[in-house]
């Protein structure tokens, strides 16, 4: 009995890693892993813990199994999270490269904020929230790299 229980966490801890959403924090990682897996970055400015639309964006797309797993083969994702309770504060480090990124790619400090990249870090298109299905905001996030 204990070995199918063990085998079938297991499997359940597998299954939770394919569907996991994976966010890079760093650009030059992201640039990187583009470059090497021909996928467009899809830059997420957002504010996880103070901005209702980034939630609302995170829970009806992000956090999707459509999207994620979508995702997983298509994009390489990456968070600029500006957190503002002292629970959820970002290292410095991350901080200040956060900072940079919005002061190349969100000037106007929009959030959400969403940017589609090439693995150069050249602009293909940028969006933000929309009440839409996951299915429809791939459909709109595809439009740019097309």
């Known amino acids: 009995m204990k070995k199918k229980i063990l085998i ?4 359940l801890l597998n299954l939770s890693t394919i569907y996991a959403q994976e966010w890079q924090t760093n650009f030059e990682k992201a640039k990187n892993t583009a470059s090497t897996e021909d996928k467009p970055i899809i830059l997420v400015f957002q504010g996880s813990d103070w901005c209702a639309p980034c939630i609302k964006l995170d829970r009806q797309v992000w956090s999707t199994d459509t999207f994620k797993e979508y995702a997983s083969e298509h994009y390489v994702m990456l968070q600029a999270d500006f957190p503002r309770k002292r629970e959820n504060s970002l290292s410095e480090t991350q901080t200040k490269a956060n900072a940079e990124l919005a002061e190349t790619y969100n000037k106007n400090g929009i959030f959400p904020f ?27 996030l595809n439009a740019f790299t097309e």
Request: aromatic letters at 6%; zero cysteines; glycine letters at 10%.
């Open 114 to 140: 969403v940017v589609v990249l090439d693995a150069k870090g050249n602009v293909l298109g940028k969006t933000g929230y929309k009440k839409t299905t996951p299915e429809q905001y791939i459909k709109e």
């Open 8 to 11: 079938l966490v297991v499997v």
